[in-house]
């Protein structure tokens, strides 16, 4: 059954690879989602045999089939890449699953087909990982986080993971209430930790950033304290080694503008990955264990 799930989360990604690409080129020009796919050389429509995600542009060689003009390989890996993450996430949610239930890392995931607190825990980070990619593309590319993607988002991570929380408290799930307070605590104080950064400098640090802030925030507080603190700083941390390496290749100088959303996105995702046994590390370390 794990198998099976891992699968289907993996073609599931790869068709939402397909839409993300469109997501991240529609949004900043603005135009409408609902518009039929056409090239956008020659605006033949594309059929739907040529959309098949990453098949169709392999099979195509990279060329649109009436012009020949050149595709991106941007799309085919993005496509890849959301199929590859979606598994990740899957087997990520399984193995916190099977901890939940006291089966350890290794442990049987069975039970947790049949929790529903799974299935929404699961849907809400799917669902921050397919934001999370279209946000970063949109960034790379032109610098903003639109509002039409990240304040939905986060109305949609506190309705999944508060049916999550309130599910779980009604059938005496292992969560319950405490992850999804501690998520509205953490997206609140990273939101204002970015904010009071703003107001310090507000050329360093931009206001899709701040809001980015709460969302990433509830997502690492439902994980846990550890977990938001790592994430919030390595956000910092790989942001700043981006920085330095652009620099030490002379493609930037130290006041160029650099798109910080995306190393806040993959600050959240190492926090959400390692955040907590980093966190045990580190208070062992330094012996208050």
């Known amino acids: 059954m794990t198998a099976f799930l891992l699968t289907v989360a993996g073609v599931f990604g790869l068709l939402i690879g397909s839409f993300l690409n469109v997501v991240a080129y ?10 039929e796919s056409r090239c956008p050389e020659c605006d033949a429509p594309i059929r739907w045999w040529q959309n098949v995600p990453v098949l169709s542009w392999v099979m195509l060689r ?34 916190l699953a099977a901890l939940a239930q006291g089966s350890g890392v290794g442990g049987s995931t069975t039970g947790a087909f049949t929790d529903p607190v799974f299935w929404l825990v699961l849907v809400a980070f799917l669902y921050l990982a ?40 009604s059938t005496g799930s292992a969560t319950s209430w405490g992850p999804f307070l501690r998520a509205l605590a953490g997206g609140a104080i990273l939101y204002a930790f970015y904010f009071i950064v703003r107001v310090i400098s507000p050329r360093g640090m931009g206001g899709g950033d701040v809001k980015l802030a709460a969302l990433v925030g509830l997502y690492l507080g439902w994980c846990g304290w550890a977990s938001l603190a790592v994430g919030a700083f390595a956000a910092f941390v790989f942001g700043g080694l981006y920085s330095l390496a652009l620099m030490l290749l002379r493609r930037a100088k130290r006041k160029t503008a650099i798109p910080f959303g995306p190393w806040m996105i993959a600050g959240a995702w190492a926090g959400i990955a390692v955040g907590e046994p980093v966190g045990r590390w580190y208070v062992g370390m330094l012996g208050l264990s």
């Open 62 to 95: 990279g060329k649109c089939a009436n012009c020949t003009a050149p595709i991106s390989g941007r799309y085919a890996i993005v496509e890849a890449l959301t199929g590859v993450v979606f598994v990740a996430v899957t087997w990520w949610a399984l193995r």
């Open 26 to 35: 529609r949004v900043p020009a603005g135009i409408s989602l609902m518009r």
């Open 130 to 169: 397919a934001v999370s990619i279209a946000l970063t593309l949109i960034d790379l590319d032109t610098k903003r986080l639109p509002n039409v993607i990240v304040l939905p988002s986060i109305t949609v991570g506190i309705a999944l993971l508060g049916m999550a929380a309130a599910v779980g408290a």
